[in-house]
């Protein structure tokens, strides 16, 4: 029987939620049947919340210097403890230096660790882009550090909830910049990546939608020519190789969700962060009026592309709830889920 693969999870920025999404994870055992967890942290941030979430009964912290300490057990979630807070000065809610440079070299050590073998996946919580560039790390988001990091040209995000799965051609750049950014070499390079990240979750034909930058992909050029000149060489170039955009050509960005929901794809390639963004938001996070609360923040971040496995909450880091108790787990979840699954294709 092959070994529960160990999953890496940083505990994202202190001030946010992160801390509390790890421990509620970590309450269930089942968790703990299918992967051996370690927490990216530290240890003093765990303590203090599982004090919050009145859980001492039931949980216990283990801080450990390196992988090969961790128990790995039901009941002690083993830290790996950076010594980053100082809890003194420790707020939730509050943006600060010392909790970006915690987020940012929690990232960087997981990052290490399985780059060197020692862990086989990694799981980020969310950190805070100001927070870390207080901290003197110029990075837009967890995708760029670890393409930094691990010598990654070409990579881009993947994102997923239940069967809609989402790549882009471009993420954290202006609006502007996005629309220049849709050249035929990206485009392919992205439909070759979605290929082979299908793949790799197990879909082994993997049908792909390309979706337009502009209303109604450009009308033959009356309203923009780059689905004429860049999108659609890219989609001829994909096609040849063999890979499988059914309707072979752009696809309208406001129909091309719903055809993916419906089965038409199993993944599609979006031209900027917001075309892939909010479709992936709107199915996966879900707010109670009545209650005036989450009933589900759910979906994951996938880094395809780089050479270990990445797969992140996908949202933020929660500082109107961080340290409240009330934070929904479902995204940290589903990322451990996926990381699992990754990890055992390999």
Known sequence: MKKRPIIGITMGDPAGNGSELSVKVLLDKDVYETCRPI???????????????????????????????????????????????????????????????????YVVKVIELA?????????????????????????SGHTEIYA??????????????ENL????????????????????ARVLEVIRIANEGCKAIGIENPKIGVAG????????????????????????????????????IPTPADTIFSKALGGWYDIVVAMY??????????KGFNYNKDLKKWDAVSGVNITLGIPIIRVSVDHGTGFDLAGKGISSELSLTNSIDYAIRLASSK
């Open 39 to 105: 927490i990216i942290g530290d240890a003093s941030c765990m303590e203090e919340i599982v004090k919050r979430l009145n859980k001492e009964n039931e949980i216990k912290i283990h801080a450990v210097k390196k992988v090969e300490d961790a128990v790995f057990e039901y009941g002690t979630i083993d830290v790996y403890d950076m010594g980053m807070v100082d809890m003194d000065k420790h707020i939730y809610g509050k943006i600060s230096k010392m909790c970006g440079e915690a987020a940012f070299q």
């Open 115 to 139: 780059m060197s073998g020692s862990i086989d996946a990694t799981v980020t919580n969310a950190l805070n882009k100001e927070a870390i560039n207080m901290a003197g790390h110029h990075y």
């Open 148 to 161: 930094e990091y691990t010598h990654t040209d070409r990579y881009t995000m993947m994102l997923a909830h």
């Open 165 to 184: 799965r989402v790549v882009h051609v471009s993420t954290h750049v202006s609006l502007r910049q996005a629309c220049d950014k849709v050249k035929k």
């Open 213 to 248: 930058l502009n209303p109604h992909c450009g009308e033959n050029g009356l309203f923009g020519t780059e689905e004429i000149e860049e999108i659609q060489p890219a989609i001829d170039e994909a096609m040849a190789e063999g890979i499988c955009i059914p309707e072979g």
């Open 273 to 282: 962060h917001d075309q892939g963004h909010i479709p992936l938001k709107v």
